[in-house]
């Protein structure tokens, strides 16, 4: 089998000392909030004032961060203030335990529709595309209506999606989804597959990003000169991503620009990330302070992927086909342009 690995401390490599001091106390604060969250297990809620003090000194300084780093668009963070407690409602239900799968996909694509605004939906001085569309009022004439949207074309269609297997693949449909939506000529983007997973034995100092080139579906010259994006419920450490992304540029590739769509991202994983690729940006709804030990983002939302498509047994580890079905009927119909795509790029293999 032939595989890429990349360790924790390479990625680290590119933080500068300043990211770092911003790191360490980031991490100080989140432990004071550790040391408060066992009252609330408990029942009492003595030190809500403090939790709610802490989080905000968080959210303040991370603000401040992503202020001074242009490649990072935090939608909680620069979003007009009417729009930011749909935001938080939206994190808020893909946190909770009790949401269920059905609910859980509803959330995340909630949330992606309000990543591709953030990115592409909010373009100023955009010339105007029209959208004719046949109704189904045929009385007195067949009834048509004229609708107009902004014209991106030439920020969409040279777009490839890079679906990081197995979490990332509804949000990546999601996304492709939008800009088909959002095309005058109905792009359909391409798409190229990467199978890359953790090593779940490692610790967060110790990490390695494992991608699979035998079960991977790419043509890496393909996307040269492309628009790369990325669509990935969470960003802990941004070694998934870089991992791949260094892959590709070792060809030779030469990425016109690459676009990180998160849910939720971690500093640490957002300033990995730019630190290290150039002309990368991150696009996420909400960032969160702190890692525990295995690399997991706390206070986060759980593992992602799971939460989507549910767990592989212990023998056995699905294909894509049998997660594209998981997802069932609906959402089969709904993306099926994106799922013919994803079939031509799986049956066109490697080159």
Same mark, same amino acid.
């Given at each position: 089998?032939?595989? =890429?690995?990349?360790?924790?401390?390479?990625?680290?490599?590119?933080?500068?000392?300043?990211?770092?001091?911003? !790191?360490?106390?980031?991490?100080?604060? /989140?432990?004071?909030?550790?040391?408060?969250?066992?009252?609330?297990?408990?029942?009492?809620?003595?030190?809500?004032?403090? !939790?709610?003090?802490?989080?905000?000194?968080?959210?303040?300084?991370?603000? @401040?961060?992503?202020?001074?780093?242009?490649?990072? +668009?935090?939608?909680?963070?620069?979003?007009?203030?009417?729009?930011?407690?749909?935001?938080?409602?939206?994190?808020?239900?893909?946190?909770?335990?009790?949401?269920?799968? @059905?609910?859980?996909?509803?959330?995340?694509?909630?949330?992606?529709?309000?990543?591709?605004? !953030?990115?592409?939906?909010?373009?100023?001085?955009?010339?105007?595309? /029209?959208?004719?569309?046949?109704?189904?009022?045929?009385?007195?004439?067949?009834?048509?209506?004229?609708?107009?949207?902004?014209?991106?074309?030439?920020?969409?269609?040279?777009?490839?999606?890079?679906?990081?297997?197995?979490?990332? !693949?509804?949000?990546?449909?999601?996304?492709?989804?939008?800009?088909?939506?959002?095309?005058? @000529?109905?792009?359909?983007?391409?798409?190229?597959?990467?199978?890359?997973?953790?090593?779940?034995?490692?610790?967060?100092?110790?990490?390695?990003?494992?991608?699979?080139?035998?079960?991977?579906?790419?043509? *890496? +010259?393909?996307?040269?000169?492309?628009?790369?994006?990325? *669509?990935?419920?969470?960003?802990?450490?941004?070694?998934?991503?870089?991992?791949?992304?260094? @892959?590709?540029?070792?060809?030779?590739?030469?990425?016109?620009?690459?676009?990180?769509?998160?849910?939720?991202?971690?500093?640490?994983?957002?300033?990995?990330? =730019?630190?290290?690729?150039?002309?990368?940006?991150?696009?996420?709804?909400?960032?969160?302070?702190?890692?525990?030990?295995?690399?997991?983002?706390?206070?986060?939302?759980?593992?992602?992927?799971?939460?989507?498509?549910?767990?592989?047994?212990?023998?056995?580890?699905?294909?894509?086909?049998?997660?594209?079905?998981?997802?069932?009927?609906?959402? *089969?119909?709904?993306?099926?342009?994106?799922?013919?795509?994803?079939?031509?790029?799986?049956? *066109?293999?490697?080159?």
């Amino acid at each position: 089998m032939e595989k =890429v690995i990349l360790k924790a401390q390479d990625i680290e490599g590119y933080l500068t000392p300043a990211d770092k001091e911003n !790191l360490s106390s980031i991490t100080a604060l /989140y432990k004071e909030a550790l040391a408060i969250f066992p009252q609330f297990d408990s029942g009492e809620r003595n030190g809500e004032d403090k !939790l709610i003090e802490v989080f905000n000194k968080m959210g303040n300084m991370m603000q @401040h961060i992503c202020q001074k780093t242009p490649q990072l +668009h935090v939608y909680s963070f620069i979003s007009g203030q009417e729009n930011r407690p749909e935001a938080s409602r939206i994190i808020a239900k893909v946190r909770d335990v009790q949401t269920e799968n @059905h609910e859980f996909v509803y959330y995340i694509q909630r949330a992606y529709e309000l990543l591709f605004k !953030l990115a592409w939906g909010g373009a100023q001085g955009s010339n105007k595309n /029209y959208l004719i569309v046949k109704t189904p009022v045929t009385k007195p004439v067949q009834n048509y209506a004229v609708h107009k949207i902004i014209n991106i074309d030439e920020k969409i269609e040279n777009t490839v999606m890079c679906v990081m297997l197995r979490g990332a !693949l509804l949000p990546s449909m999601i996304i492709s989804k939008e800009i088909e939506g959002y095309s005058s @000529h109905d792009y359909i983007t391409p798409f190229a597959l990467f199978s890359i997973k953790r090593n779940e034995s490692k610790k967060e100092n110790d990490m390695e990003y494992i991608l699979d080139i035998d079960r991977s579906f790419f043509s *890496a +010259h393909s996307l040269d000169g492309k628009d790369l994006v990325f *669509a990935d419920p969470m960003n802990a450490t941004g070694g998934s991503l870089i991992t791949i992304v260094k @892959h590709l540029l070792s060809f030779g590739i030469k990425p016109r620009s690459i676009n990180f769509f998160n849910v939720i991202c971690t500093l640490k994983g957002a300033l990995n990330v =730019v630190r290290a690729l150039d002309n990368c940006n991150i696009y996420t709804l909400w960032m969160d302070p702190a890692l525990n030990e295995d690399a997991y983002i706390m206070p986060g939302l759980g593992d992602a992927g799971d939460r989507l498509i549910g767990k592989d047994s212990k023998d056995y580890k699905r294909n894509i086909i049998e997660l594209i079905a998981n997802y069932g009927n609906g959402i *089969a119909m709904l993306y099926r342009t994106q799922l013919r795509e994803i079939e031509k790029t799986i049956l *066109a293999g490697k080159k």
